[in-house]
Structures are given as structure tokens and as C-alpha cells.
T-cell receptor
């Protein structure tokens, strides 16, 4: 079991560019979560899927952020027109009961 | 208001001392988890503990639902215990998992 896999580990974009982050949850896990973490804000909930269906996206900035889970084996978080304030570590987690986190994608927007 | 509150925000110990970290919650819960995060690292699950007491090596987690609190006890602390400890609450009905703001622990030799 490789755990939750996130790619890329690091991504640098210019202001206004698009960023797509990938997450492969642990096989068999029914829930997939996206969080982002910064020193200032700490760990912020973004969105959550259960059995591939979006359940709660209350943490997502509405205009530029979107998340999909087209099949059981991966989820994507897309940020359009990235801004410097989007710079953060984006963490994906999956669970049946216990929550398991990936290593995260560090996004830097210049 | 904040659903999950952790205390203390930071803690400095001498190696060998014990630590008690607290997590208080203002809502009903389905589960409580404790995580450890090294600076620059990802979150590692320490305990999944919806109620009662669980042990793992030098770590003990106790969740008392009626009192709406969970604690993490670290005995005989070591320098390698330094990092941030976070508690996370899952509300009933499959709601999102809400994290506390963390306790930053520094254990000096």
C-alpha cells in the first residue's frame, strides 16, 4: 500500500496561470478530502467527496477553484488564474475511518 | 465559532518531561483523530479514538464524549517528539473533518 499519492510534489506558476493538482487515494477508501495549509491560516478544509460524489465544497474559493473525482482512483484540484495568495501546501487525504494524508503539493505562485 | 480548540498553542519541554495536550470541541462528534506533523512534513495519524483510552508506546489518547474533550499524553518526551500535534473531529452524518489549530511542541535536550 503506497498510501495517498499526490503529484506533483512542487509546482511553481506565474500569476494568472492555471494549476492542476492530482491525488490518488488509497484503494478502497470511500472518502477523499482536500485541504490547504499555510503558516498563517493553518489547515483549511477545501472540499470533500464520498464515493466519488461531491459532498461539501464550502471551503473552496468559488470563482477559481474546482475539484473533480471522475473515478475511484483519482481526484484533481484545479486552480484557474492563480494568485500569489494561493501559494500553500495542498493536502489530499482519504479515509474509511482513519484519515490518511498524502505528502502534499507545494504550490508557489510568483 | 470555532468547533475545535486546542491548548496549549505551544509547549516547551526538557527531554524526559511529560506533556498533556488538550482538544475541546463544541459539537457532537463521530470520531476524533490525533495527528503529528514534523516541520515541512505531512500529517501522520497517531490515534483514531472516538471514545475511551488508547495507548501506543509513550503516547496515550483519551476521549471523553460527555465532557467534549480529547487529550494526548506524551510520557518521557524525546527531542524527536518535537513538531506540531493536531486533533481533528468528524461530525456525525459524514460531515467534513475539522481540525484544531495545533499545539507546537519543542523538546530540548
Amino acid at each position: 500500500n503506497a498510501g495517498v499519492i499526490q503529484t506533483p510534489r512542487h509546482k511553481v506558476t506565474g500569476k494568472g496561470q492555471e494549476a492542476t493538482l492530482w491525488c490518488e487515494p488509497i484503494s478502497g477508501h470511500s472518502a477523499v478530502f482536500w485541504y490547504r495549509q499555510t503558516i498563517v491560516q493553518g489547515l483549511e478544509f477545501l472540499t470533500y467527496f464520498r464515493n466519488q460524489a461531491p459532498i461539501d465544497d464550502s471551503g473552496m474559493p468559488k470563482e477559481r477553484f474546482s475539484a473533480q473525482m471522475p473515478n475511484q482512483s483519482h481526484s484533481t484540484l484545479k486552480i484557474q488564474s492563480t494568485q500569489p495568495q494561493d501559494s500553500a501546501v495542498y493536502l489530499c487525504a482519504s479515509s474509511l475511518e482513519t484519515l490518511y494524508f498524502g505528502s502534499g503539493t507545494r504550490l508557489t505562485v510568483l | 465559532g470555532q468547533q475545535v480548540q486546542q491548548s496549549p498553542a505551544s509547549l516547551v519541554l526538557q527531554e524526559g518531561e511529560n506533556a498533556e495536550l488538550q482538544c475541546n470541541f463544541s459539537t457532537s462528534l463521530n470520531s476524533m483523530q490525533w495527528f503529528y506533523q514534523r516541520p515541512g512534513g505531512s500529517l501522520v495519524s497517531l490515534f483514531y479514538n472516538p471514545s475511551g483510552t488508547k495507548h501506543s508506546g509513550r503516547l496515550t489518547s483519551t476521549t471523553v464524549i460527555k465532557e467534549r474533550r480529547s487529550s494526548l499524553h506524551i510520557s518521557s518526551s524525546q527531542t524527536t517528539d518535537s513538531g506540531t500535534y493536531l486533533c481533528a473531529l468528524e461530525r456525525p452524518g459524514g460531515y467534513k473533518v475539522v481540525f484544531g489549530s495545533g499545539t507546537r511542541l519543542l523538546v530540548s535536550p
